[in-house]
């Protein structure tokens, strides 16, 4: 665990400005200031068999507010995995912040009374005869579909690459799995007891928490200046494209940044093989290949649709969705474009923004206010406006709070307090302590 700076002596006016800057940060992703999609109904009485393939975020979220809010509904819940891992704590882990079992817990544990959870993976959704094919062949009928399988990371898009080896050699990544998470932050901490060259990035295409690599180059940073290191380091954001954040005043903000702190960043640089052996990555460019050695890496694989989704008939077929299987949905209501009875939410849903569990928060209230509007015969009129929140760490201790819309408005839920392109204690405050609690409120439809 790394040590932070202390605080200095406070005066009772600067302890009381504290004590209630926390609270600020324990409520902050749980009750922001944007207007909140209205609460479902609680009085809905119907037999309708609702069908939720995913048991991540935006599974459980939508379980939770359909069982609190129909009498008489069947709402089943299709994963194979058992454990629920809080995937936003993925950065702390591999940054030395929080331990691994921070973000590991049960699926089982979230679900809903009168609910019911099958164990097993979904081999087919078939729209069309409306039903959903588990794994061992059980066949499970729906009348309304939710499709919240969350991504598939293709580690095999990049030649050389094995998962076996994080933690290994200066091999980082930190997206696998909790362990995988542990084991990057044991190679990153010998990294910075020695400096080296470090080399960071992202992958092309739509991926979750876009910031969360930056945030990692940050954290990389600022462990070696602790351990004083940093002089003896060399560090490399590998761009996928032209700019570093799909929001430009973002992007210029993290780019004044990393100037400060002598990251150097090398544009339109896509990783696509790998020698674990050598320490050598190696880039498509828009002049050829480039190929960089590294002492520590934090391999960032690209990211798709899973297999059920892709090979069904869900996926966009044309435009810039389709080829890596994303969801066909409107991008408003979370609703399928040819299949009205089918919703996609979090991060398979084809929507330009939207793949964080801040977005979770929001998607699922909508579009399950348009499913029950089609149970009782009256309309939604909510809209997702494609609300992301990113906490971005730009050091041990300070963040900045980005949230934004589709159309790359900023958006301030906390005006006078939190400013979104300051580097602020209370930003921190807000990802390390105040987003889980959050998070698992939001998993028992609460928040």
């Known amino acids: ?10 005066t009772p006016q600067q302890a009381a400005r504290r004590r209630f800057l926390t609270g600020v940060g324990a409520a902050a992703l749980g009750s922001t200031l944007a207007p909140a999609p209205a609460a479902l109904a609680s009085t809905v ?5 609702i069908v939720i393939v995913g048991g991540g975020a935006a599974g459980l979220a939508a379980a939770s507010r359909l069982a609190s809010s129909l009498q008489g509904a069947t709402v089943t819940v299709i994963d194979g995995r ?32 009168g609910t019911t959870l099958i164990n097993e993976g979904a081999a087919e959704i078939d729209p069309e005869g409306r039903k959903v094919v588990t794994a061992s062949g059980k066949l499970v009928p729906y009348d309304f579909l939710i499709v919240a399988t969350g991504l ?15 933690g290994e050699n200066g091999l980082g990544s930190i997206y696998h799995s909790p362990q995988a998470a542990s084991a990057t932050w044991g190679a990153l901490s010998r990294f910075a007891d020695t400096g080296g ?6 992958p092309l295409g739509e991926m979750k928490c876009a910031g969360a690599p930056l945030k990692y180059t940050f954290i990389s940073d600022d462990h070696l200046r602790r351990r004083g290191n940093r002089g003896k380091a060399e560090l490399h954001y590998m761009a996928q494209g032209k700019t570093l954040f799909g929001v430009p005043i973002v992007a210029e903000k993290v780019r004044m940044l990393f100037q400060d702190r002598d990251i150097k960043v090398r544009p339109e640089h ?3 093989a790998i020698d674990l052996d050598r320490r050598v990555a190696t880039y498509t460019t828009p002049i050829g290949t480039a ?3 590294y002492d520590f890496i934090n391999v960032v694989p690209p990211m798709r649709a899973p297999e059920v989704v892709r090979n069904s008939p869900l996926p966009w077929t044309e435009g810039v969705f389709a080829a890596d299987g994303w969801m066909e949905v409107d991008r408003d209501t979370l609703r399928h474009k040819r299949y009205p009875n089918v919703f996609g939410v979090g991060d398979i849903a084809g929507v330009p923004k939207g793949k964080t569990a801040a977005s979770v928060k929001w998607q699922v209230p909508v579009a399950l206010s348009h499913l029950v509007g089609d149970i009782t015969g009256k309309a939604s ?11 971005l760490i730009t050091r041990l201790g300070q963040a900045m709070l980005i949230e934004f819309d589709y159309k790359d408005n900023l958006i301030m839920s906390f005006p006078g307090v939190i400013a979104p392109l300051e580097e602020l204690w209370i930003s921190w405050v807000m990802k390390t302590m105040a987003l889980k609690p959050t998070y698992m409120s939001m998993l028992r439809g609460r928040a």
Do not use: W
């Open 1 to 10: 665990m790394p040590d932070f700076p202390k605080l200095a002596a406070s």
């Open 45 to 49: 009485k119907t037999s309708a068999r």
């Open 197 to 202: 060259v470090g080399v960071f990035g992202r």
């Open 152 to 166: 598939e990371l293709n580690y095999g898009a990049i030649a050389g690459m094995d998962t076996s080896r994080i």
């Open 291 to 293: 190929e960089q050695g």
């Open 381 to 391: 009129n909510e809209v997702y406006n494609g609300y992301t929140s990113c906490p």
């Open 82 to 113: 058992k454990e629920h891992y809080y995937q936003p704590g993925f950065t702390l882990v591999a940054g030395g912040i929080k331990p691994q079992s921070y973000v590991v817990s049960t699926t089982r544990d979230y679900m809903p009374a």
């Open 270 to 272: 896509v990783l696509t």
